[in-house]
C-alpha cells in the first residue's frame, strides 16, 4: 500500500513558513495569529498540517493558544530550555541527525527504566501491543515509541521526546509493517521479561530498519 503525506510540504518547511509570517505580521509578545483556516489558505495546505505545526511552536514556547481566544504570540524568552531547543532546532536544520539521535537516547532510557521496574513491565499496554500485531490489527510506530516514555514516567523527557518527534525525519506515524514485527514483539518480550540489554538491541534493530526506509524513500 503507498503511504501519503497530509501535505506535499515537509513539516519543517510549515513551521519556517509560519515563523515567516509571524515575522511578516510585525507581530510582537502578546498579539493575536491569523486563524487556522486564514494560515491554510496562505499556506496551500490542509488545517490538520497546520494544526499539527502550531502544536509545535506552542511546546517550543513560541506561541500560546488560549481556549475561545485564539493563538498569540508568547514570551518564549521566560523558558530557557525550550529557547534553547528551538535555537538549535530552527535555526539549524543541518543538525537534525542531532535530533534523531537525541531521540533515540530518550527513547532507550525509557526501555531501561520499564525493564528495571517489575510494575511497568507487566503493564498491560506491551501485551496489547503484542495482542494486535498477532491478530493483524493496525499499530502505529509512534503509539509504540510514546507509551514507552509515557511509561517511564518522566514528564520533562516526555515533553522533549516530543518535541525532538516533530521534527524527526523517521516516519513514525505510519503503521508498522509484517517485516518490522518481529523486531517489535522481541523488543516487547524483552522489556516484559525485564531485560533492557535484549530490549535496546531489537529496538535498536528496528528503528535501524525505519530510517533504512526513509532513506530508500528520499532516493527515489
Known amino acids: 500500500m503507498e503511504k501519503s503525506s497530509p501535505s506535499s510540504k515537509r513539516f519543517l518547511d510549515i513551521v519556517h513558513d509560519l515563523r515567516t509570517i509571524i515575522k511578516e505580521e ?3 509578545i502578546g498579539d493575536k495569529l491569523p486563524s487556522e483556516r486564514v494560515l491554510a489558505e ?12 502550531l502544536r509545535s511552536l506552542e511546546l517550543l514556547g ?3 493558544t488560549r481556549r475561545g481566544e485564539g493563538t498569540f504570540l508568547a514570551d518564549y524568552k521566560k523558558h530557557q530550555l525550550v529557547e534553547i531547543l528551538s535555537a538549535f532546532i530552527m535555526q539549524h536544520p543541518q543538525s537534525l541527525q542531532h535530533v534523531d539521535a537525541t531521540r ?3 527513547e532507550t ?5 520499564i525493564a528495571a521496574d517489575a510494575e ?7 501485551q496489547g501491543f503484542l495482542r494486535k500485531m498477532e491478530l493483524g490489527e493496525p499499530v502505529i510506530r509512534e503509539d509504540v515509541l ?4 509515557v511509561a517511564a514516567g518522566n514528564r520533562l523527557s516526555l515533553k522533549i521526546w516530543f518535541l525532538l518527534k516533530q521534527y524527526s525525519r523517521v516516519p513514525t506515524q505510519y503503521e508498522i509493517t509484517a517485516g518490522e514485527q518481529g523486531y517489535v514483539t522481541r523488543m516487547l518480550d524483552g522489556l516484559m521479561d525485564g531485560s533492557s540489554v535484549t530490549a535496546i538491541g531489537h529496538y535498536d534493530d528496528w528503528l535501524d530498519l525505519v530510517n533504512a526506509e526513509r532513506r ?3 532516493e527515489c
Request: glycine share 10%; net charge positive.
Open 26 to 28: 510585525g507581530a510582537v
Open 42 to 53: 496562505r499556506l496551500q495546505v490542509g488545517r490538520s498540517t497546520v494544526r499539527e505545526a
Open 62 to 64: 513560541l506561541i500560546e
Open 104 to 106: 533515540r537516547i530518550h
Open 109 to 113: 532510557a525509557a526501555i531501561e527504566s
Open 120 to 126: 511497568l513491565r507487566g503493564l498491560p499496554v506491551w
Open 146 to 149: 510514546k507509551e514507552l516514555l
Open 216 to 218: 530508500g524513500e528520499h
